[in-house]
């Protein structure tokens, strides 16, 4: 190291707690995959270990919440083009990287999204209406972020690393043994904030993974052209150690978060994840990926489909039973009915609403503000209705 | 019980803030049963072609508007006979809260005749940030009432009332808007494209909006074409003036009208082009390159030019200018699907004649294609019209507006020619020259043309030009 020898950076060259994984985390450039494309579980020396509680019933589970989130993002999208919904970031094709990821979650561990992880936000005890009505244009933020241990979602690029790793610092100052974790995309690694945050969580060593599902789009622009190094290799030049794993495979998904998890638990600090997935689906209900997507490489990602790929695992481990796809039908079903209801029947915000969540606390300022814009609305002779925000 | 009722899908707006969007097809006939989520029809908004989701499960009772349509979101485009116990939307009840169910009747305010709407209401415009303000308050809520809100799951949802007045306070008087000309980014766009102030441009739209059609009529510049279909009546066919023909039209007259236009003639013996053209074919350095007889003519337009700069320049009324262009962007008169269009080559007097062939090339292909840009339709500076593709000898062409030469170029053909004092068959070629009497003398233009010919019957004139 030619860089201040005493400085808390270095440390991470150091063995001990939580260090030891430190070298054998790098995957080296390779793709860390525990079940083939074709459903067949790959064996590794080093992460097996990881998923090894992972029975039946959990890899059920997995296929079940997959399944499931596919069907809201179906759902939603079907809403938005009724006119329900002002806009919807669909996830599709990244199931195992939002599910992989947010099940291998605790708690009282605080998870920082982007917005486009309405899976992780399910998995995490979200309501259905709470993740729609921000898509609605109804409220602002989904729900309450110190209830489900879940920031609300983060539109500006890449933001969210910032405040994950000033949550983790927080966490550090605490003593507190929770980890922290930030998603975001490919293109939010070319965004300042994320590389301001992995300096910071490097410095601190601060408990923070970095979960980037690269899914090969930053809107129009291919991953190709924004770096010319694996994203995985971004962060080493910080002093963060990094992981690249195949984004479509839920089990190497599971064993990377883990891994990081618990390094950061341990006080072995920052970490970086590459998923490797894809978008298979547009930006946003408003983008129409033809006009700068090859079909040719939707059709070879479709191919590595994760659902597809754990119901073969689950087939072969002949574990597919009618009555596990009745359920996880069942369960689907339902949800969509439930999100369709709720959206519908949501109630519209009134125009006073907007006044009322700027502080926590009473604030004559804000008072006056809203006192004057009720003078104002009075003004057309109509009652002026406090609505249901 | 299986009474039904009617329901309409209005147009909703499928990206952030667009106002309209076009039925591409219906994936459905009238009478059809639908499920909820079936794909009905297919429609292109300003950013994608989307397919339409049914919200509803029932039977198609009527498609409002025929594909093809340009439709404003917010309007009816299909209405579905439903059961009324199954009015819900389509979704089933909520299953969280104290169990009871929405009742969704209760939720709308039913229209005269038992017509509910869904969609976008039609009250809310869309603006650039998505739905804005309601520009006009007709004192009555329009909006669908909501029956009583169940609570879903968040604390913070606890609405008092049952049903919730459309207020007024959604609307903006005009005097708050900005002092910016309303419009939406793509109307300021075309308004760019189109050099058209929008400061200039009265709104017709809500609130003074200006809308795509205001810059579009302002600026006299075709519509993105719509094909509606000619009216057909008997011995006469009545086809709406719009398009690439309202814009030729206008192009036309304003040319016509404002330039003083004076044509030449020439016909002149080109077999030593033809020769020469024959050669540089088989050449193998020109192997690959597309050579005809325009290649050859459009190379001498652009040497003859050199001595003669007139021809290429400007009169800019406005500013009380002659503007004498040192480049040459030579205009290609081209017969297209949608029309005639002039698009042309930028630099061409640069250009090697490998480089023009290939430009020439590319340019036709594009056009033909229906692709070409508006950035290749302008800041044309000069044109050649090719009629004798046509087989035919002479015109008058009118100047491409804003330039002061145009050059027709007739067909080749054996025509008996005078050589040497005795009659022999030769090819030959009329060559037919515009040109504005404001900006070239009529010393000017017949020189010009002369050097021309020169170069056509004889190419190795060139030697003497450069």
């Not at chain 1, 970490?271 to 079909?295: K, L």
């Not at chain 2, 299953?95 to 009871?100: A, E, H, K, Q, R």
């Not at chain 2, 869309?126 to 169940?150: D, F, I, K, M, S």
Request: hydrophobic share 40%.
């Amino acid at each position: 190291m030619l860089t201040d020898q005493a400085g808390k950076g270095v440390h991470h060259d150091t063995p001990g707690p939580g260090h030891s994984a430190q070298n054998s985390l790098r995957t080296g450039g390779n793709l860390l995959q525990l079940v083939s494309p074709e459903g067949e579980r790959i064996s590794h020396p080093e992460f097996d270990v990881w998923v090894k509680d992972i029975g039946d019933e959990q890899l059920c589970s997995l296929y079940e919440d997959m399944t499931v989130i596919r069907r809201i993002d179906a759902e939603a999208t079907a809403l938005q083009r009724q006119g329900e919904l002002a806009l919807w970031p669909p996830l599709l094709g990244q199931e195992a990287a939002q599910i992989g990821s947010s099940r291998s979650l605790r708690d009282d561990d605080f998870v920082f999204p982007s917005y486009r992880e309405s899976g992780v936000a399910y998995v995490r005890g979200a309501h259905l209406s709470e993740i729609a009505r921000v898509w609605r244009g109804n409220a602002s933020y989904g729900w309450d972020p110190l209830r489900i241990n879940l920031a609300t979602p983060q539109i500006i690029i890449g933001s969210q690393s910032l405040h994950a790793t000033g949550y983790a610092m927080g966490v550090q100052l605490d003593g507190a043994n929770t980890a922290v974790l930030a998603y975001f995309g490919d293109g939010a690694t070319s965004e300042g904030d994320v590389n301001e945050a992995m300096v910071f969580a490097a410095s601190y060593q601060a408990p923070v993974v970095f979960f980037c599902q690269n899914n090969h789009w930053a809107i129009s622009e291919p991953v190709r052209i924004q770096s010319h190094v694996q994203l995985a290799d971004r962060p080493t030049g910080f002093g963060i150690p990094s992981m690249r794993v195949d984004g479509n495979d839920v089990l190497a998904v599971m064993a990377a978060t883990r891994v990081a998890l618990d390094r950061a638990r341990k006080g072995g600090g920052p970490t970086f994840i590459e998923a490797v997935t894809y978008r298979m689906g547009p930006h946003t209900t408003a983008d129409d990926p033809t006009r700068y997507r090859d079909p040719i490489e939707l059709e070879d990602w479709a191919a590595k489909d994760p659902i597809l790929r754990l119901r073969k695992l689950l087939e072969a481990k002949g574990l597919l039973t009618e009555d596990v796809e009745g359920r996880v039908k069942a369960k689907a079903d339902a949800v969509a009915a439930e999100l369709r209801a709720s959206c519908i029947d949501m109630p519209d915000p009134q125009p006073l609403d907007v006044f009322n969540h700027v502080y926590s606390t009473p604030n004559s300022w804000i008072e006056r503000q809203k006192d004057h814009y009720s003078r104002y609305l009075n003004n057309f002779n109509q009652p002026v209705e406090e609505g249901a925000l | 019980m299986t009474a039904t009722m009617i329901k309409e899908f209005r147009l909703p707006d499928l990206g952030e803030g667009l106002t309209e969007s076009e039925i591409l097809s219906w994936k459905v006939a009238v009478g059809d049963t639908v499920t909820l989520n079936q794909v009905i029809a297919e429609v292109e908004t300003a950013k994608a072609v989307v397919e339409l989701p049914s919200p509803f499960a029932g039977t198609v009772a009527a498609l409002h508007e025929q594909p093809g349509t340009v439709v404003e979101v917010g309007k009816p485009i299909v209405s579905f006979e439903v059961d009324d116990a199954g009015s819900t939307n389509g979704g089933s009840a909520p299953s969280t809260g104290d169990g009871s169910a929405v009742e969704t009747s209760a939720k709308s305010a039913p229209a005269a005749g038992g017509v509910e709407a869904v969609g976008a209401p039609a009250k809310r415009e869309p603006n650039l940030v998505g739905y804005g303000a309601v520009v006009e308050h007709t004192g009555r809520p329009t909006r669908r009432a909501r029956g009583q809100v169940q609570e879903l799951g968040s604390a913070t949802v606890a609405p008092e009332t049952s049903v919730i007045p459309e207020s007024a306070a959604v609307a903006t008087p005009e005097a708050d808007v900005a002092e910016r000309p309303r419009s939406t980014p793509p109307v300021r766009k075309l308004a760019r494209d189109l050099g058209v102030d929008l400061q200039s441009v009265p709104g017709t739209g809500p609130g003074g909006l200006i809308t795509r059609e205001d810059v579009q009529n302002f600026s006299g510049a075709p519509k993105p074409a719509i094909e509606a279909p000619a009216t057909q009546g008997g011995r006469e066919t009545r086809t709406p003036i719009k398009g690439v023909r309202k814009f030729t039209a206008a192009a036309m007259v304003q040319s016509a009208f404002t330039a003083p236009h004076v044509t030449e003639f020439l016909t002149v013996d080109v077999t030593a082009t033809m020769d020469l053209l024959a050669r540089l074919k088989g050449n193998k350095s020109f192997e690959g390159y597309k050579l005809t007889p325009l290649t050859i003519a459009a190379k001498a337009v652009l040497v003859a030019l050199r001595n003669h700069p007139t021809l290429n320049s400007r009169w800019d009324e406005a500013n009380q200018e002659i503007v004498q262009f040192n480049y040459v962007n030579l205009g290609i008169a081209a017969a297209t699907p949608r029309g005639l269009t002039v698009p042309n080559i930028k630099d061409a007097d640069r250009l090697s004649l490998r480089e023009l062939s290939t430009a020439l090339t590319d340019l036709t292909d594009t056009a033909r294609a229906g692709k070409t840009s508006p950035s290749e339709l302008s800041g044309g500076t000069v044109s050649i019209t090719n009629i004798g593709v046509f087989g035919i000898d002479a015109g008058t062409p009118i100047l491409n507006p804003g330039e002061a030469a145009i050059v027709a170029l007739g067909a080749v053909r054996k025509a008996p020619w005078v050589v040497n004092d005795e009659l022999a068959v030769r090819q030959v070629m009329s060559l037919s020259l515009s040109f504005d009497h404001r900006l070239v003398d009529g010393e000017q233009g017949s020189r010009f043309l002369a050097d021309l010919g020169a170069i056509l019957s004889d190419p190795a004139m060139v030697m003497t030009m450069i």
